[in-house]
């Protein structure tokens, strides 16, 4: 018996409420609003960790970042962080289970190549890095990656040699094209393939002006809690800069703009999938890595607690096999491996460290929770820690999230601040405007945080 394909989709930096069918934003995506009648939609999905490398990580390995050693970006000088060769990931395992795998788009999980002045034969430069045939692809046969890049305009992959292949069109087209020719070339196999597409990533000016022309009469509304001065990544990293009420709405125009591109070639794939008579047997997920904050709370990009950064889509397809339409369970990326090899009928390895959730896709609500994290990641930071003697995996801030209520443990970025503990109610509190603040005292959420972090031997509390 011919088992289920997979088809797993996911972008970069794409949050949950920027979808048509969501009625949160005004964004154009009328072949998700189409496909979300006929899958299941999780309204409560979050990162694991709303940074690129350790949430891709976590989705391949169903592991938590202190876990699987990617407790930050991939980038020059930092000791070990990169997806270890003997993790056991998704690929690994479908690989061992007979099934054609690819893996296509922004990969970000290997050491880059070019540190301390070296020029490696890749080419790859700053973040980037060739992934060469091998255990460091974990079980994708079929490869057409790149490391760590943001040129979608003139983007670049590697596939069995170190020698670039240079592109001149957008990135999301270009991976479409590769995936509907990788499908078409195993559609008589079990094939698992994975497309990631980089977009809505910043920059924000590499989006195709015919999507961003779609947006030209559409009425943006600004969300409450949208801060235009004084705009910075929460890690403070980047010089303060801020947007007039014009620059701004032209922003989410193009951040827009490239999720209705991301749309419409989805929609392509759909469309194969379906007139060749494999859109039943195929398992289709649609997520991402991560949120993007878009000035709310005056904060750029991701790497906080807040939903805009943390929450992100999770839409998922299978003929007739999952109940359609709208599911309250908490899923978080640490539970996608265990939740997918489960409807696959596959055991999970015992390194996996997430949820199988898989029986929310007959209909059920199943009680669960979100443990999500973010880690110093600063080269500088994580120095002055260690010369101070301190470990720099106790700092950065871990939350826990139900389906009602948020709760952060923030021990801050460095050794002074003080540390800080709060709620917020989910439904009550739609933009996080109203932290409530907590004292010394046991509370159910520090209890279930402290379990955690001894059964997955994170610090946190030994700061």
């Keep these: 018996m011919k088992k289920p394909n997979l088809l797993f989709l996911f972008a970069d930096q794409w949050r949950r409420n920027a979808i048509g069918f969501m009625n949160k934003e005004e964004v154009l995506t009328p072949n998700l609003d189409n496909f979300s009648k006929e899958a299941m939609t999780f309204t409560n999905a979050y990162s694991t960790c709303p940074l690129c490398s350790p949430s891709r990580a976590t989705i391949l390995t169903g592991k938590y970042p202190i876990s699987h050693g990617v407790i930050t970006n991939c980038k020059p000088n930092l000791d070990n962080v990169y997806l270890k060769e003997n993790e056991i990931t998704i690929g690994d395992v479908l690989k061992k289970e007979g099934y054609s795998t690819g893996y296509i788009g922004k990969w970000h999980l290997d050491d880059p190549e070019a540190q301390n002045g070296n020029t490696p034969i890749s080419g790859a430069k700053n973040w980037d890095a060739y992934t060469p045939p091998g255990p460091k692809r974990h079980g994708f046969d079929f490869w057409y990656s790149y490391g760590a890049d943001d040129n979608h305009f003139t983007p ?16 999301v087209e270009h991976e479409t094209d590769i995936a509907l020719d990788f499908i078409s070339k195993n559609k008589d196999d079990n094939f698992a393939l994975f497309v990631s597409w980089n977009p809505p990533h910043t920059p924000l000016d590499q989006i195709p002006q015919e999507y961003v022309d779609l947006y030209k009469d559409i009425d943006i509304k600004i969300r409450e809690n949208v801060v235009l001065d004084n705009i910075i990544d929460h890690p403070k990293t980047i010089e303060p800069f801020s947007f007039t009420r014009e620059k701004y709405i032209d922003m989410v125009k193009r951040y ?22 494999l859109f039943e047997d195929t398992i289709v997920v649609v997520t991402a890595d991560h949120g993007e904050m878009l000035c709310s709370h005056g904060l750029w990009s991701k790497h906080v607690w807040y939903d805009e950064s943390l929450s992100v889509p999770f839409i998922v397809s299978y003929g007739n096999n999952i109940k359609y339409g ?11 491996m265990p939740t997918l090899l489960s409807i696959l009928n596959i055991n999970i390895p015992n390194s996996v460290e997430g949820k199988d959730l898989s029986l929310a896709f007959q209909g059920n609500y199943i009680e669960n929770t979100a443990v999500t994290m973010c880690y110093p990641g600063n080269q500088n930071l994580i120095k002055t820690l260690k010369k101070e003697g301190k470990n720099p995996l106790a700092y950065g801030w871990r939350s826990v999230i139900s389906k009602d209520e948020t709760y952060v443990y923030f021990n801050s970025y460095d050794s002074k601040s003080p540390q800080e503990e709060f709620i917020y109610k989910n439904k009550e509190d739609e933009y996080q405007l109203n932290p409530i603040y907590l004292d010394k005292n046991e509370n159910k959420w520090r209890g279930i945080l402290k379990t955690w972090a001894e059964n997955f031997k994170d610090p946190i509390f030994k700061k």
């Design 156 to 171: 670049h992959y590697w596939n069995n040699s170190p020698e670039q292949i240079k592109v001149n069109k957008w990135s």
């Design 256 to 277: 827009y703009g490239a999720i209705t591109g991301i749309d419409i070639n989805f929609q392509r794939i759909i469309k194969y999938l379906k007139d060749n008579n």
């Design 326 to 336: 709208f599911n309250e369970t908490v899923l978080s990326g640490v539970d996608i």
